[in-house]
């Protein structure tokens, strides 16, 4: 599976930026897709997630009610709809894939990250 997001970019706080994140290869396998977040000197951490079927939607809860994660199965995409922005989600943002091959050990892929700087 491959992955490449696009979307990131500067934006003034209380603004609204929208990633989206294209997926290729084995898609059928992949079984969950979520957007995780790095800013400097931090820990990479989840932001929301999505499963395959589009019904079960977790965020984080510094996000919620802000982002709203989405995917179009036809279009092989996922997008991350951000809005009323804060300096705090200033980071890299990457996409993640879960793909479950029926072998028993789901393997995660990533994407290589967009930057995503909110300014004052």
């Known amino acids: 599976v491959q992955l490449a997001e696009s979307g990131g970019g500067l934006v003034q706080a209380g603004g609204s930026l929208k990633l989206s994140c294209v997926y290729s290869g084995s898609t059928r396998s992949i079984h969950v897709m979520g957007w995780y977040r790095q800013a400097p000197g931090k820990q990479r951490e989840l932001v929301a997630s999505i499963n395959s079927g589009g019904a079960n939607i977790n965020y984080a809860d510094s996000v919620k009610g802000r982002f709203t994660i989405s995917r179009d199965s036809a279009k092989n995409t996922m997008y991350l709809q951000m809005n009323s922005l804060k300096r705090e989600d200033t980071a890299v943002y990457y996409c993640?894939?879960?793909?479950?091959?029926?072998?028993?050990?789901?393997?995660?892929?990533w994407g290589q990250g967009t930057q995503v700087t909110v300014s004052s």
């Open positions: 993640m894939a879960n793909v479950d091959y029926g072998l028993g050990l789901p393997v995660d892929y």
